[in-house]
């Protein structure tokens, strides 16, 4: 992509209804704009990295099993009122009528509406266990939005449902979207931290919630710093890795206020004990026969016998996650996206001007990375050097190559961002890219 082509709104200014980084950094760089309070409109930046952490997200889920399918926004308040939560659920949910006055609602979650479509269409045992999955907008309307798309009223949402024949089965589906999901976050390059949260009316103890630690965040957590160095690479999803990996957390204290034992808390030593803030970025929840009881949905097991399916939703907030990888990884001074999501490969910086030799070199550059798939966006711009400095630390585009006129003919300036700068031949950089974004050929 060519700058002078593309739509990039960048501002020079932060604006002052953004109170913090993500927020600032998303409204500065281009990549949102709100279009009422807490609903916001997705530019082509910002709409780039929702569509490249919305694959991550897919592809592990993919990896654990679940199925994708898509259930619509706009639900009928029928099911609902059979589950008995469209009383209780109060002012966040959106209620809407139609010509025909009948009462439709905008989704903020899809627990009813999968155990209908189950209830329809399954009816043995044989067809268990079963994970489904779709990636769509919801909307609360939360009585404070704020902080840009970290708490809004419509956002993205992946939620995955687990079906299963009993209890013991209903865990290792648990687990198994426990397990998917420190490998998500792993990927997305963010240190997330299962923590025991509250689990309702079922109790037990599954019910976590995944959060990254920020000052900014919007919970109260407590936990032993130990937690921190557990090794989340090259997990696999057979039962041994499974098991093996919640036992390693098991043995870690960590908590949301709601969960919070100060005595337990206290049994770890001092010099380990953390009280700080976090984003939430995922919750993973079992809940057993709540719905397939109240709507009915059963199943045959072997033995002939009608039971309800023991039932589990997974959710990670995709929206959110794009805010929560900022207020993790930018600075103040340069931002640099996690290459597995970024919205661009790879920046070039024209320093010249129209048809000189810098120009020229560029050109080609970006033509040659182009064709080996390596996605450049190149500022072709007649904006001063200083700027695009400044605006491409601010894109977060993991490498820069810069060129102007005073190198040779197969001398390039590159940059990855956060580190000095160094001169390198087109093969090299080309190698080199290559590598860091594992592309053969
Ligand atoms: P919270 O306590 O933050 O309101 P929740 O418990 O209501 O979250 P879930 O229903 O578990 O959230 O939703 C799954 C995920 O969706 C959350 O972990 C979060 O990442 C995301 N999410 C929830 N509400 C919002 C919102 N208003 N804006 C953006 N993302 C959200
Ligand atoms: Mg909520």
Not at 126 to 145: A, S, V
Request: hydrophobic share 35%.
């Amino acid at each position: 992509m060519k700058l002078s082509n593309y739509f990039l709104p960048i501002l020079k200014e932060t604006p002052s209804e953004a109170k913090i980084k993500s927020h600032q950094l998303m409204l500065r760089s281009g990549m949102i704009r709100q279009s009422a309070s807490g609903i916001y409109s997705w530019l082509p930046l910002g709409f780039k990295v929702l569509k490249n952490i919305e694959n991550v997200v897919r592809e592990e889920q993919n990896n654990a099993g679940a199925i994708e399918l898509l259930m619509p926004t706009i639900q009928s308040s029928e099911i609902w009122k059979e589950s008995g939560r469209y009383d209780d659920y109060g002012k966040e949910m959106l209620r809407i009528q139609d010509r025909h006055e009948r009462d439709l609602l905008y989704g903020p979650t899809n627990e009813e509406l999968i155990t209908q479509i189950f209830r329809d269409n399954i009816k043995s045992y044989k067809n268990l266990p079963l994970m489904l999955y779709h990636i769509q907008w919801k909307f609360r309307d939360e009585i404070r939005p704020r902080f840009g798309v970290m708490r809004c009223r419509e956002f993205l949402m992946k939620d995955t449902y687990s079906f299963d024949i009993d209890q013991a089965a209903a865990e290792l589906s648990y687990k198994k979207m426990f397990l998917s999901y420190l490998k998500t976050f792993e990927k997305l390059e963010l240190k997330a931290i299962p923590m025991k949260a509250e689990t309702g009316p079922i109790g037990g103890d599954l019910s976590h919630e995944f959060i990254i630690l920020a000052e900014t965040g919007e919970s109260e957590v407590y936990l032993d710093k130990n937690i921190l160095d557990i090794e989340t690479k090259n997990l696999d999803y057979s039962i041994e890795s499974v098991n093996g990996i919640i036992e390693k957390y098991s043995k870690f204290y960590s908590a949301t206020d709601e969960k919070h034992n100060k005595d337990d808390f206290n049994q770890i030593k001092k010099n380990d004990q953390m009280h700080t803030r976090g984003i939430e970025i995922g919750h993973i929840f079992y809940f057993g026969d709540k719905y397939s009881k109240s709507m009915n949905a059963l199943i045959n097991n072997n033995e002939g016998k009608n039971i309800n399916p023991q039932m589990g939703s997974y959710g990670i907030g995709v929206s959110r996650l794009p805010a929560a990888i900022i207020e993790a990884k930018y600075n103040d001074e340069f931002m640099k996206w996690p290459l597995s999501i970024t919205p661009f490969k790879v920046a070039i910086l024209n320093l010249g001007k129209n048809g000189d030799e810098a120009d020229q070199k560029s050109l080609e550059f970006y033509n040659l990375l182009c064709n080996l798939k390596l996605e450049p966006l190149l500022d072709d711009t007649s904006d001063s050097p200083s700027s695009k400095f400044k605006n491409f630390d601010l894109i977060g585009i993991p490498f820069q190559i810069i060129i102007g006129s005073k190198l040779k003919k197969d001398e390039y300036e590159f940059k990855e961002i956060g580190k000095d700068k160094k001169i390198l031949s087109k093969d090299e950089i080309i190698n080199f890219l290559k590598e860091a974004y594992k592309i053969d050929q």
